[in-house]
């Protein structure tokens, strides 16, 4: 496979919770070290895809490889069949997820949050683990809060933990769902920094977000999904400089501008 | 006639009382731990399970929560051999049947405590890669069981009262001991009001000490 194969590919995706269809065809491209930035209004299915690609959800129809891996189906003998549990667990060890509502360990404190998939799932000796898992919580300004349990610190404490426990497992793929939105506005700042730093290293992020600037900077794509589809795609500039070609873009842009004023 | 109060009885069989007190101790200690055992595996089977084992699951916990107590006491201590053929001593019936009652209310109590769980913390978990097992071990187990610590404290009190039961199948625990030193001296008014307070303080510094457990487990805390 070459290298300029994208890391994460989306096919045709389709996705319904009973008679709602949250994803109607979704077709994206995520390249190797890039950043895609996913908009779009509440309910038009952003965290749904984010969590097909993991398989926190299966999707009906369509394709995502990750790697050039089908993440969902096991493809053999022409016939293609969801994968199992452990066959899952296996491909979701290299996609990391951070949450919008941090989902730490509540009895972990934050270097156990960042060991246990580093032990459990990598297999590491308990010593090379917290070593790792200090390093990322260093790494992510938290070195005075190695042995702090998750409700001794602030939202945006807790949150970079949250990226450390995805990013110390050495993901391929890193999925960000809206992790600045619980926040109050004056942690926002601490968090974006550290994505901004994994970005600049060369993780490759989906990420889904309401931060405009943030996502202007940090994106190499922006894609607006609409109704389950992406709607609009291309580079920040061409998704936020003229967003005439959509007029939801155009509506969804205003009504975010209006409420971050 | 007047009745005048004189507690050297009580206090010449006080080692009766205290070594009933011990046993009762025993029996609620091995019977909540029996009962939890029994009160997990069929919370964690009856999540997911198909229909017929939850109805007998289901059948179970109806069954014994709505006959009394006592009822499934001589069950057990008279139903069991005259069926079955195998007779245990009265202290182990009793302990089966009270492992039994309680593991009937643990059912209810774990399974209310799985679906306590934080979706969001299971997700997490497989989003990190664990596996069903290992989710349950180091996610779904520890927080849970920080989520029912209380509920097992209430119900740890309650069995440790129901011990009194093993009194009819003349298990030697505190209340029978009360009844022996009661039907040998007839003074029935100092032995419960030596007893009761018995009762009530252990009740109360278990109570204290469960309490202390669990502000130390609280939720997010170690
Ligand atoms: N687990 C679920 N069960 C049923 N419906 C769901 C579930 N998750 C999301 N939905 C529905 O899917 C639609 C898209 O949701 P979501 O992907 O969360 O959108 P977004 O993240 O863009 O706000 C919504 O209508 C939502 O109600
Ligand atoms: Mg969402």
Known sequence: MSVSEPLVKVRGVTKAFGSN???????????????????????????????????????????IEVDGVEVGYDIADGRRRPRGER?????????????????????????????????????????????????????????????????????????????????????????????????????????????????????????VTHEMSFARDVSSRVVFMDGGRVAVEGTPREVFGAPAQSERLRGFLARIELREV | MQYHLNYNFVWKYADRLAWGLVLSLELAVISIAIGCVIGLTLAVLSQG??????????????????????????????????????????TTSFVITLSIYAGAYLVEVFRAGLEAIPKGLIDAGRAIGLTPVQRVLYVQLPTMFRIVLPSLSNAFISLFKDTSLATVLAVPELMFGANWIYTNTFRIVEVWTVVAPIYLVTGFVLLGGLRLLERRFAIGRR
């Open chain 1, 21 to 63: 269809n949250v994803l109607n065809g979704v077709d994206l491209d995520v390249p190797r070290g890039s950043v895609v930035s996913i908009i779009g209004a509440s309910g038009s299915g952003k965290t749904t895809l984010l969590r097909c690609v993991n398989l926190l959800e299966s999707y009906d129809s369509g394709s």
């Open chain 1, 87 to 207: 066959d899952l667990a296996r491909i979701r060890a290299d996609i990391g997820m951070v949450f919008q509502m941090f989902n730490l360990f509540p009895h972990l404190t934050a270097t156990e949050n960042v060991m246990l998939g580093l032990r459990k799932v990598r297999g590491m000796a308990k010593a090379e683990a917290r070593a790792t898992a200090e390093q990322w919580l260093v790494r992510v300004g938290l070195g005075d809060k190695l042995a702090s349990l998750p409700i001794e610190m602030s939202g945006g404490q807790q949150q970079r933990v949250g990226i450390a426990r995805a990013v110390a497992m050495n993901p391929k793929v890193l999925l960000l769902d809206e992790i600045t939105s619980a926040l109050d506005p004056e942690l926002v700042g601490e968090v974006l920094k550290v994505v901004r730093e994994l970005a600049r290293d060369g993780m490759t992020m989906m990420l």
């Open chain 2, 49 to 90: 399970a198909r229909r017929p084992v939850r109805f007998v699951i289901g059948m179970y916990v109806e069954f014994v929560r709505n006959v009394p107590l006592l009822l499934l006491v001589y069950l057990v201590f008279y139903g069991i051999p005259s069926i079955g053929g195998f007779a245990y001593d009265a």
